[in-house]
Nanobody
Framework: QVQLVESGGGLVQTGGSLRLSCAASGRVISLNTMDWYRQAPGKQRELVARIRRSGTTNYADSVKGRFTISRDNAANMVYLQMNSLKLEDTGVYYC??????????WGQGTQVTVSS
């Protein structure tokens, strides 16, 4: 059974930083594509950052240069370092796993609120 558990969300002022963590069980993260998505109130869920099996990463244009996705293979954890946070970064952030059989798994989400 695959489980993804996010943590690290919270309330932060504009310009601040947060580090989100995703603990994975049931799959080896280094063998799968791992993503961070977010959903702002009234908006669709959007892809924020991706790290592939190869280690290559991709980012939404809105977060390039500010967010960094990384993983700790030994701990089976994925992280999202978020710097220079903006009001529009507010939302629920979800950890997502896409396995080799194209099956998808989601965490329960963690709230990030950026205030002025």
């Amino acid at each position: 059974q695959v489980q993804l558990v996010e943590s690290g969300g919270g309330l932060v002022q504009t310009g601040g930083s947060l580090r989100l963590s995703c603990a994975a069980s049931g799959r080896v993260i280094s063998l799968n594509t791992m993503d961070w998505y977010r959903q702002a109130p009234g908006k669709q869920r959007e892809l924020v950052a991706r790290i592939r099996r190869s280690g290559t990463t991709n980012y939404a244009d809105s977060v390039k240069g500010r967010f960094t996705i990384s993983r700790d293979n030994a701990a089976n954890m994925v992280y999202l370092q978020m710097n220079s946070l903006k009001l529009e970064d507010t939302g629920v952030y979800y950890c997502h796993l896409l396995d080799a059989w194209s099956l998808e798994y989601w965490g329960q989400g963690t709230q990030v609120t950026v205030s002025s």
